[in-house]
Each structure stands twice: as C-alpha cells, then as structure tokens.
C-alpha cells in the first residue's frame, strides 16, 4: 500500500514510522509512506498556510490554494489514484470495521488539518472521506494519521505476525480481552488462575471466553448490547461466579 500525508508538521511522522511493526512492514515493502510538507507547495515568500476567515471568529483557518496544489501534485506522481481522507474532528470515528476496509486499498492520500479548520472548499473538491479518531479535542491530524496508519499497516496482507492475531481478533469481535498471564505462577501473592496451568484446552477456551463475557458486560456494556451471543455464550453466563 502507497500512503501520502500531507501537513506542515512532517517531523512529528519519523519517530513513530520508524519503529516496531510499522517499521518491519515498510521495510518489507508492504507499505510506502510518504510525507510531503504542505509549506512546499505554497508560492510566497513566507510559505503562509493560513488566514483569517470570511465573517470573522476566533482563530485561523488552512488556505485552499496550497492543499489543492498538494492534492494535484500527489495525485499526479501516485499511482493508483489514491482514496482522499481528511482527519478532522467532524469525521466519522475510526473503527476497526473501518481500518479493514481502508487496509483493502491501494494507496491512501492522508490530510492533516491544524489551526481552526481547513476551508470548506477542500472537503468539497478534494476529500473522499474525514475520519476523526474519538471525541476529544488534539491540536492537529497528524496524530489521528498516524493511528490510522497503524491501525492499518498490520493488518495488509502478509504485514509480519498478522495471521494469528487478525484471525483471533475476527472471532473475539466485540469483546474486550481475557486476562493474560506469563511465568511466574506466583508473584508476591498473586496466583494464576488455576484453570491455565493444567493444559486442558477446552477448559481454557471456555474460561477465557467466559472472561471475555463478563468483561465486556461489566467494562463495555454499549459493546455488548451488540454481541451475538452463542448457546455456550448463555451457559457461560449462567454459571455461578
Ligand atoms: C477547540 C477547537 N474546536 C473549536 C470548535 C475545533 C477544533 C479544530 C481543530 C478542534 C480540534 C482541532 C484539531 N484536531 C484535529 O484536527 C483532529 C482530531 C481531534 O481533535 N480529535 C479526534 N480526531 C481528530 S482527527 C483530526
């Protein structure tokens, strides 16, 4: 997959780009990440992306004429032409569902906004789709980009330890996770559920679905509302604690 940002903060993309799963999945060519400054494509002297907005208010808003020049001049070197999203507060809220579809794609063309808000006319001509990463208020795009693209990168196909955990995550969809334990059996008084150490795979299979259950119940009841539940998800349920 091609991915193209633009912002004018393109320093905030190497640290995070550069590590871990991310890192592996571009260098195995899975994944090419480019980020364009937006200050190269303006035209004057001072390299201004911003301005005051028509009717007044508070604050400053992006200028057109440098995301369309961005746009034009991305578009024209990338191939496919890439799925336009604008990271914007006003966006639909990433989901998983949604990281999938967006991984089924070629190449993305990512635009992050700061200051006030970017002038309508750049959602109108240029954007596909804005996308907002959670109802809290972040001082730019450029972090929601970068969850974006982590969202997606491990799930392309062939992303480095994909198989297992994608699978995994489609059947535990809608739940949050078990409890997970590692070596030693015992620290400082805390024992491992009992259930885990005996090898019995079916009973760990239940108990940990279980767990999942009454978890989400608990944590996450706007999730459960919305679980499918299984005969043996109903049993699992009615057990005593
Ligand atoms: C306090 C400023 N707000 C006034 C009504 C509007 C506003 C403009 C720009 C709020 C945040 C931002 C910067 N945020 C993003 O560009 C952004 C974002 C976010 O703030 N939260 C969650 N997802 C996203 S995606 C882009």
Partial sequence: MRV?????FPEIFGGPLDC???KRVRDSGLLDVRVHN????????HHV??????GGGAGMLMKPEPWFAAVESIREDAEPPPHTVFLTPQGAVLTQAKARELAQRPALLLLCGRYEGVDERVREALVDEEISVGDYVLTGGELPALVLIDAVARLLPGA????????????SEGLIEYPQYTRPRSFRGLEVPEVLLGGHH???????RKQALLRTRERRPELFEHVTLSEEDVEL???DS
Avoid: C, H
Wanted: aromatic share 12%; hydrophobic share 35%; proline share 2%.
């Fill in 38 to 45: 937006l200050r190269d494509f303006t035209t004057d002297k």
């Fill in 49 to 54: 992306v911003d301005d005051y907005p028509f």
């Fill in 202 to 208: 079916e009973q760990i299979r239940k108990w940990r």
């Fill in 160 to 171: 480095v330890g994909n198989e297992d955990s994608v699978a995994d995550e489609s059947f």
């Fill in 4 to 8: 193209d940002v633009v912002t004018i």
């Fill in 237 to 239: 349920l009615s057990e």
């Fill in 20 to 22: 871990s799963i991310i």
